[in-house]
């Protein structure tokens, strides 16, 4: 018993570190959702359909899916009985990309109570262009933000929450700088990221997934010209293999194409986490320079 609580912490902690990577870092966050929890929901849906169950054996799950050995009754398989065996991961991943938007809320508000001016591009960057006319998208959804959590308060920061929104960062900076109170802010973060906006990506991917839109995205791979044929006959057969390692326990090789397409997702891993780190140090190498020289003016 004390052991399954343990996974299922250790399960849960996973994704709340893997959420806080997606969003902290100041719009540099590695997109674990992409990388991770997209992946991990897409393959629980194939398998959903393929074994007409959810209840795959644990142990293996969740690390390895596998249908139930031996007798049982199928499911009957509907996107929301997908979702909820995926929720809990969802909710987790959620609510660690909500903490990881708490550092530019307690930087903004620390600045504004002990009477400092903030030192925040974006902040600065609206002060100049509030009065002007003549502006881009990416300036006009800066002031949409701005005025929707300014004004709408709890609810203008969970409209913000809600959706796949990379001005958040903002919107935290805002409510930071205005002393909106932190069970405010975090509350609107909190429900809007983990139930509102993960239950949208949850369908969507969901969704994408369900054993007709694949058969139908195979059919599309089929007919895409020149490229198509060639594609066509090796995805069929990834895809089969990935429905005999389902029944099989996970005990049927892959072969070298499944060995050169884990290889590629490696690779694909290692290049965005190391954006990430080179992001990170470049963002701080700024900030220092900014700092320095902000210092040599003064003397």
């Known amino acids: 018993q004390s052991g399954h609580y343990g996974r299922e912490s250790s399960w849960c902690l996973y994704w709340v570190g893997l959420g806080i990577l997606s969003s902290v870092g100041f719009g540099t966050g590695l997109h674990t959702f992409l990388l991770y929890l997209g992946p991990h929901i897409a393959s629980v849906t194939i398998a959903a359909w393929e074994c007409k169950s959810t209840d795959f054996p644990s142990p293996p799950y969740p690390n390895k899916i596998t249908c139930p050995s031996g007798e049982y009754s199928p499911?009957?398989?509907?996107?929301?009985?997908?979702?909820?065996?995926?929720?809990?991961?969802?909710?987790?991943?959620?609510?660690?990309?909500?903490?990881?938007?708490?550092?530019?809320?307690?930087?903004?508000?620390?600045?504004?109570?002990?009477?400092?001016?903030?030192?925040?591009?974006?902040?600065?960057?609206?002060?100049?262009?509030?009065?002007?006319?003549?502006?881009d998208i990416w300036s006009k959804s800066k002031l949409f933000v701005h005025d929707l959590v300014q004004k709408a308060g709890f609810f203008g920061i969970l409209a913000a929450a809600s959706i796949p929104n990379p001005l958040f960062d903002l919107a935290g900076v805002v409510c930071g700088h205005f002393l909106v109170p932190f069970t405010t802010f975090f509350g609107a973060a909190l429900i809007g990221k983990a139930i509102i906006k993960?239950?949208?990506?949850?369908?969507?991917?969901?969704?994408?997934?369900?054993?007709?839109?694949?058969?139908?995205?195979?059919?599309?791979?089929?007919?895409?010209?020149?490229?198509?044929?060639?594609?066509?006959?090796?995805?069929?057969?990834?895809?089969?293999?990935?429905k005999l390692k389902l029944?099989?326990?996970?005990?049927?090789?892959?072969?070298?194409?499944?060995?050169?397409?884990?290889?590629?997702?490696?690779?694909?891993?290692?290049?965005?986490?190391?954006?990430?780190?080179?992001?990170?140090?470049?963002?701080?190498?700024?900030?220092?320079?900014?700092?320095?020289?902000?210092?040599?003016?003064?003397?």
């Open 247 to 299: 029944h099989s326990g996970g005990k049927l090789g892959g072969g070298s194409q499944e060995s050169m397409l884990s290889k590629l997702y490696e690779i694909l891993i290692i290049v965005m986490v190391g954006y990430f780190v080179i992001s990170i140090i470049n963002s701080m190498a700024q900030q220092y320079h900014k700092d320095k020289h902000e210092n040599d003016k003064k003397k």
């Open 198 to 242: 993960m239950h949208l990506q949850m369908f969507f991917v969901i969704f994408i997934f369900t054993k007709s839109h694949l058969e139908a995205l195979e059919n599309l791979i089929a007919k895409i010209p020149a490229v198509g044929p060639m594609v066509h006959a090796p995805f069929i057969e990834y895809m089969e293999k990935q």
């Open 75 to 135: 499911m009957l398989i509907t996107i929301l009985t997908i979702m909820s065996k995926v929720r809990l991961e969802a909710f987790m991943w959620g609510a660690g990309t909500a903490l990881g938007e708490l550092p530019p809320y307690f930087m903004a508000r620390a600045a504004r109570l002990s009477g400092q001016k903030l030192d925040d591009d974006d902040l600065n960057e609206l002060d100049d262009i509030k009065d002007k006319s003549d502006l």
